[in-house]
C-alpha cells in the first residue's frame, strides 16, 4: 500500500511519519517472529504452520480494510498480518525444498521468486488504481480473496509430519531472539527525530545485547545436545552464511528504494496512486521475467557468478537512478533504471535463496527456510527505517544549506524546519507550501534539495548493492544438482 500514502493520509487523518512506522512494524513484526514460526514447522509440521499462518493473515488483512484510523491499520496490518506472514515465509520455503529436488526446486524457487514478484508489483499498480479511482480498502479486499484461495487449495500441498515436541521448544531463546530483532529494528526506526537521540542507540544497544546473550544461549543448548532455535553451526558453512548476509542487505537496499519511491512521486511531482504504480511496473516486469529465467541461465552459467553479476546489475542501474530526480522528473526518466534494477534482482534473488537451501541438508531445512526468512525480513524492516531517515535528513539539511545560501540571516532553522514538517507529514493537501511558482527562487531551491536528497538515498542505495556484490564473490561454487 506504499503507493496509496496521501490517500491514507486523508482517510485515516494521519501522517507520513506515522505510516512509516506501521509500514516498518509489518516488517518488524515478521522479522522478529520469523525464527520462532520456522520452528513451529518442527512442532506441529510445515502444512499445518503454513495454513495458520494464512487464517492469521487473512483475519489482520480483514481488520486493515474496515479500519477507520491508523491504530487499527496498525493492528490489521502491521501486528496480525505480520505474525501470520512469519508463520507463511519460511514454511513456503521448506515445502518447496521438500517437495521438489534437483533442477525442479531451482525452478520452482524460481516461480516462488515471479510470485512474489507479481504481488509486489502488480500489488503497486492495482492498489495505486484501486486508490485512485475507488478505495484503497479494496486492496486489502483482494488480498484476503487470495488468502481464501489458498485455504481453499491448501489441502493438496504434501505433508510433513512434526518432528519434535513443543516441550522441547526453547522458549527462552525464543524470547531472546525476537525481543532483540524487535528493539534493534525499532531503535533504528526512530532514529527518524532529534528527540530519540538517547533512547535510540539504547534500544539499539539493548537489541544487539540480547541478540549476542541469545547466540550463547543457543551454543549451550546445542552442548546439552537440546533443540535450539536455530542451529548456530548453519553458519560455518560459508554458502549458506554469505548467502543468507548477501540477501539481507539486497533486501534493506530494495526496501529502502520500493519505499522511497512512492513518496518522491506523490510528493514531490504530484503523481496519483495510480500512476506511481505504473512506476513502479518495469522493476516488478524484470524481476518476473529474469527470475522465471535465472535456473535455466544457470545451466550454462554457474550460479554464483550469476549472483554477482545480478548484484552488479543492480548497482549500476542505482547509480544512473541517482542522477534522475528533480521536481520535473517524469516516469520516462526512471523506467530504464528500474527496469534493469529487476533484471538484476530477478538473477539474485531466486538463486541466493536455491544457494543457501541447497548448502544444507534436509534435517535443516526447517532452520535454513527460518534464518532466511529472518534475515530478509530483517533487511525489509532496517532498508524502510534506514532510508527513511536518509532521506529525511537529506532533505532538511539540504534545505538548512540551500536557503542559508540563497536568503543569509532570513529564515531561522526552526522556521524551514516547521514548513518543512508540514510538507512532509500532510503530502496530499500541501503540495505548493514550499514550491512555489516554477521560476520563482523558492522553487529552485526545493528543486535542488529534492534532487540532492534523492542523489543521497540512491547513493546509499548503490553502496549497499556493492556490498552485496563483494559478499557475493565469496561464494563458492555450487554442485550442479540441476543440472
Avoid: C
Avoid at 553458519?235 to 542487505?249: D, P
Amino acid at each position: 500500500m506504499n503507493v496509496a500514502i496521501s490517500n491514507l493520509v486523508v482517510d485515516l487523518n494521519t501522517t507520513v511519519p506515522f505510516l512509516q512506522i506501521i509500514i516498518t512494524v509489518y516488517a518488524l513484526t515478521m522479522a522478529s517472529l520469523m525464527l520462532l514460526g520456522s520452528k513451529m514447522q518442527d512442532i506441529v509440521g510445515k502444512k499445518n504452520v503454513f495454513i495458520l499462518g494464512a487464517i492469521i493473515f487473512g483475519i489482520g488483512t480483514a481488520i486493515a480494510a474496515l479500519s477507520i484510523n491508523a491504530t487499527m491499520l496498525l493492528i490489521g496490518w502491521s501486528v496480525l498480518e505480520g505474525i501470520g506472514a512469519a508463520l507463511m515465509t519460511p514454511a513456503t520455503a521448506s515445502i518447496i525444498i521438500g517437495t521438489y529436488s534437483g533442477d525442479d526446486s531451482a525452478f520452482a524457487m524460481g516461480i516462488r521468486t515471479s510470485f512474489a514478484t507479481l504481488g509486489a508489483g502488480f500489488g503497486p499498480l492495482i492498489g495505486g488504481f484501486l486508490a485512485t479511482f475507488f478505495s484503497w480498502r479494496w486492496g486489502f479486499g483482494i488480498e484476503l480473496i487470495i488468502i481464501l484461495i489458498i485455504l481453499t487449495f491448501s489441502k493438496k500441498l504434501k505433508y510433513f509430519p512434526p518432528t519434535m515436541k513443543l516441550s522441547d521448544l526453547d522458549k527462552l531463546g525464543a524470547l531472546l531472539s525476537s525481543l532483540g530483532i524487535f528493539l534493534f529494528v525499532l531503535g533504528i526506526l526512530s532514529l527518524n527525530s532529534v528527540n530519540n537521540l538517547i533512547i535510540s542507540p539504547f534500544m539499539i544497544g539493548s537489541g544487539i545485547l540480547l541478540l549476542i546473550i541469545f547466540y550463547f544461549k543457543e551454543k549451550n543448548v546445542l552442548k546439552k545436545d537440546k533443540i535450539p532455535i536455530i542451529d548456530i553451526k548453519l553458519f560455518k558453512n560459508r554458502n549458506f552464511t554469505l548467502g543468507t548476509l548477501s540477501r539481507m542487505v539486497l533486501n534493506l537496499a530494495l526496501a529502502g528504494a520500493v519505499f522511497v519511491l512512492p513518496i518522491f512521486f506523490q510528493q514531490e511531482t504530484g503523481f496519483s496512486a495510480f500512476i506511481t504504480g505504473l512506476a513502479i511496473l518495469p522493476l516488478t516486469l524484470g524481476v518476473l521475467i529474469f527470475s522465471i529465467a535465472s535456473s535455466r541461465i544457470a545451466n550454462r552459467i554457474e550460479p554464483h557468478y550469476l549472483i554477482s553479476i545480478g548484484f552488479f546489475v543492480a548497482l549500476v542501474s542505482t547509480l544512473f537512478l541517482s542522477y534522475q530526480f528533480n521536481l520535473n522528473t517524469e516516469i520516462s526518466n526512471i523506467i530504464p533504471g528500474t527496469l534493469v534494477l529487476g533484471m538484476g534482482l530477478g538473477l539474485a534473488l531466486p538463486l541466493t535463496a536455491n544457494i543457501i537451501l541447497s548448502s544444507v541438508s534436509s534435517s535443516e531445512h526447517s532452520d535454513a527456510s527460518g534464518i532466511m526468512s529472518t534475515s530478509s525480513s530483517l533487511g525489509t524492516s532496517m532498508g524502510t527505517a534506514i532510508i527513511g531517515v536518509v532521506l529525511i535528513l537529506a532533505t532538511i539539511n539540504g534545505l538548512y544549506n540551500a536557503f542559508d545560501q540563497t536568503y543569509p540571516n532570513q529564515f531561522s532553522k526552526n522556521e524551514i524546519n516547521q514548513k518543512f514538517t508540514i510538507y512532509e507529514e500532510k503530502i496530499n493537501t500541501t503540495h505548493d507550501v514550499l514550491t512555489g511558482s516554477k521560476n520563482s527562487t523558492l522553487y529552485t531551491i526545493v528543486n535542488r534539495t529534492v534532487r540532492n536528497a534523492m542523489k543521497t538515498v540512491f547513493d546509499f542505495v548503490s553502496i549497499l548493492f556493492l556490498v552485496s556484490f563483494l559478499i557475493s564473490l565469496f561464494i563458492r561454487p555450487v554442485k550442479r544438482k540441476w543440472r
